[in-house]
């Protein structure tokens, strides 16, 4: 059975930091594209950031530019978002998600993440607050 399970979310005071896990079970990580998603309630789902299956290409949503990073080690079978200055409005359930498409680097080198992944976790709540 495919899965994905995200995990390291929680409760961090603004300006804290956090580090969320998406390790995949059932099938090999580094045959897949990762995106990173968060909904917060009453919004809709939104990317954060994504990443190629080598890892050589990555983007992120501008709200998260220069404060996140995502990254992989296919041999851990895992994808990571590390989440540093953090702010009340990134507040939201974070989800990962894989798909199996792949694109050239000039596809992320341009700015663009998957429209579509086929794989998605159950996510992870993240809650900043003092």
């Known amino acids: 059975q495919l899965q994905l399970v995200e995990s390291g979310g929680g409760l961090v005071q603004p300006g804290g930091s956090l580090r969320l896990s998406c390790v995949a079970s059932?099938?090999?990580?580094?045959?897949?594209?990762i995106g990173w998603f968060r909904q917060a309630p009453g919004k809709e789902r939104e990317g954060v950031s994504c990443?190629?299956?080598?890892?050589?290409?990555?983007n992120y949503a501008d709200s998260v530019k220069g404060r996140f990073t995502i990254s992989r080690d296919n041999a851990r079978n895992t994808v990571y978002l590390q989440m540093n200055s953090l702010k009340p409005e990134d507040t939201a359930v974070y989800y990962c998600?894989?798909?199996?498409?792949?694109?050239?680097?000039?596809?992320?080198?341009?700015?663009?993440?998957?429209?579509?992944?086929?794989?998605w976790g159950q996510g992870t709540q993240v809650t900043v607050s003092s």
């Open positions: 998600a894989a798909d199996a498409t792949t694109q050239p680097f000039t596809f992320y080198s341009s700015g663009h993440c998957l429209d579509e992944y086929d794989y």
């Open positions: 059932g099938f090999t990580l580094e045959h897949f594209a």
């Open positions: 990443i190629s299956q080598s890892g050589d290409g990555t």
